[in-house]
């Protein structure tokens, strides 16, 4: 079994990678399509989510949790085999009926349809639970790495009107589609063929469909909201909307990854010893609160400006948007610990689906009462309040065996030094006289990185082995002190 600490450095170094694409990326796409051709990659890309949904039912986690689960190579390969007839399936399903919805309905987006199809047809080759039921992540690391930067250099340099709409689907599309099929190029490490019957399927499509009940629900408001913005307000306020999702999904992507690595490792402990899967996930708990806070509260300090210097004129209200985003993104960040860390590794399915089809309802009603009224601010109050609903659930019924809430609060210090930062940024931007925006937001980043690093510091020192970081600090120390 691989190293957590390798795995969560693994899948932390791409994530990076993760933040920094859409950083030279984002620019370029808002100053070159514009906030309604966004808007139209947007919905359309929504669209083919849905599809995407039920090509994979709920194989990414039920494949991840059943493949760290196997004990032998053949009973892996058996397992792989079984699943992946399933998906399959579901994939060839999928991919006709969306061609054949996007020919006959989608009249003035044909074109884009047909490419962003290509989003489904890459379900059929998604085989990343394999690798990380069994906790290779340097194999998708190293791939995806690969395909990310040639798709930057991609939109770069092809990516430079509101024609090109069409292209960059097809660079976002295209990409994903050669990024799966990669994998099979390095399936033979872990599994070998293995015929399947289709009396050998009917075992894993019960668990299958439980899992993918909360995966439709996810989907309502992931999906939702850019497709009734769509629908009630107008291309632009999609638009805005998406811009402003990116930039926050760009650092809770990288505290969810936290929550990648520890789904196998939970899985194989959360029934043998309860007294070390809370110290799993207490770590990875201050980890998300640690992150969530500096990078939440970072963004909000920083947002009036950071917008117009990164997405160009034009996207103002995105400064508003992104406030919104930060509890959202805190929130969710808990949400993940409760659910990807520790209901879905115990098999808590029932209690899973609960939560995320509470969230989904909140977030229906909503989106229906906001949105008309308040466009993409609307849409992101619903988001918020349907992750509210979804942790309050998830943590409830959790309770019996942990105590997230209780757990939570160990480290509510961090919001604490989270708006001390926010207070600092903006006390020193009203006293910095310097016009150049790029100089200005950079020292206005180094003042709040600072700020925060010193408060989690002192903290740190103080606790020592109590925290992670702590923890981390005080080995340093000693090794210090023995080179000495």
Same mark, same amino acid.
């Given at each position: 079994m691989s190293s957590l600490k390798k795995n969560i450095g693994l899948q932390m170094s791409y994530r990076i990678l993760t933040i920094i694409t859409p950083l030279i990326t984002s620019p370029i796409i808002s100053r070159a399509l514009g906030a309604e051709k966004i808007g139209v990659y947007s919905a359309t890309q929504a669209y083919a989510n849905y599809f995407m949904l039920f090509a994979m039912l709920g194989i990414e986690y039920y494949g991840?949790?059943?493949?760290?689960?196997?004990?032998?190579?053949?009973?892996?390969?058996?397992?792989?085999?079984?699943?992946?007839?399933?998906?399959?399936?579901?994939?060839?399903?999928?991919?006709?009926?969306?061609?054949?919805?996007?020919?006959?309905?989608?009249? !003035?987006?044909?074109?884009?349809?047909?490419?962003q199809g290509l989003w489904v047809i890459s379900c059929l080759f998604d085989i990343n639970w394999l690798f990380f039921g069994v906790e290779d992540f340097k194999t998708t690391v190293t791939r995806n790495f690969i395909v990310k930067v040639a798709t930057v250099c991609c939109i770069i340099f092809f990516i430079r009107k509101p024609s %090109?709409?069409?292209?960059?689907?097809?660079?976002?599309?295209?990409?994903?589609?050669?990024?799966?099929?990669l994998l099979w190029t390095k399936i033979g490490k872990y599994a070998d063929f293995q015929?399947?019957?289709?009396?050998?399927?009917?075992?894993?499509?019960? =668990?299958?469909?439980?899992?993918?009940? =909360?995966?439709?629900? *996810?989907?309502?408001?992931?999906?939702? %909201?850019? !497709?009734? *913005? %769509?629908?009630?307000?107008?291309?632009?306020?999609?638009?805005?909307?998406?811009?402003?999702?990116?930039?926050?999904?760009?650092?809770?992507?990288?505290? !969810?990854?936290?929550?990648?690595?520890?789904? =196998?490792?939970?899985?194989?402990?959360?029934?043998?010893?309860k007294e070390k899967t809370e110290k799993l996930l207490s770590k990875s708990t201050e980890l998300s609160i640690c992150?969530?806070?500096?990078? +939440?509260? +970072?963004?909000?300090?920083?947002?009036?400006?950071?917008?117009?210097?990164?997405?160009?004129?034009?996207?103002e209200k995105c400064v508003n948007l992104l406030v919104l985003f930060v509890p959202v993104l805190f929130v969710k960040s808990l949400s993940n610990i409760v659910n990807q860390q520790y209901l879905?590794?115990?098999?808590? %399915?029932?209690?899973? !689906? *609960?939560?995320?089809?509470?969230?989904?309802?909140?977030?229906?009603?909503?989106?229906?009462?906001?949105?008309?009224?308040?466009g993409s601010v609307g849409a992101t109050l619903g988001t918020l309040m349907a992750e509210l609903s979804v942790l309050t659930i998830s943590a409830h019924c959790a309770k019996k065996e942990i105590h997230f809430f209780r757990m939570f609060s160990r480290y509510s210090?961090?919001?604490?030094f989270g708006m001390t930062m926010f207070i600092a940024v903006r006390f020193f931007d009203l006293r910095l006289d310097i016009e150049q925006p790029i100089i200005r937001l950079l020292l206005m980043i180094m003042i709040g990185g600072g700020v925060y690093s010193i408060l989690c510091m002192t903290v740190w020192l103080k606790v020592k082995e109590k925290s992670v970081f +702590?923890?981390?600090?005080?080995?340093l120390s000693k090794k210090g002190a023995i080179r000495k």
């Open positions: 991840q949790r059943s493949i760290a689960n196997t004990q032998t190579r053949n009973e892996r390969s058996v397992m792989f085999w079984e699943i992946y007839a399933v998906q399959c399936t579901a994939s060839i399903v999928s991919i006709v009926i969306y061609y054949l919805s996007a020919f006959f309905w989608a009249s !003035t987006r044909v074109t884009i349809m047909m490419i %090109d709409l069409c292209f960059y689907a097809f660079i976002m599309a295209g990409s994903t589609a050669i990024s799966q099929l015929k399947v019957r289709f009396a050998q399927l009917k075992k894993h499509l019960w =668990p299958i469909v439980r899992l993918f009940i =909360p995966m439709i629900a *996810l989907s309502i408001y992931h999906f939702m %909201d850019k !497709t009734m *913005l %769509d629908l009630l307000s107008t291309e632009a306020e999609v638009g805005y909307y998406y811009a402003a999702d990116k930039i926050i999904y760009i650092p809770l992507g990288l505290i !969810t990854a936290i929550g990648t690595v520890m789904l =196998p490792r939970i899985s194989s402990i959360v029934g043998e010893s992150m969530s806070c500096a990078v +939440g509260f +970072g963004i909000a300090a920083i947002a009036r400006e950071f917008v117009p210097l990164f997405f160009g004129d034009g996207y879905i590794p115990a098999k808590c %399915d029932n209690q899973y !689906t *609960l939560a995320v089809t509470g969230g989904a309802i909140v977030n229906l009603i909503c989106n229906g009462l906001l949105i008309p009224q308040l210090y961090y919001l604490l +702590g923890g981390i600090l005080n080995s």
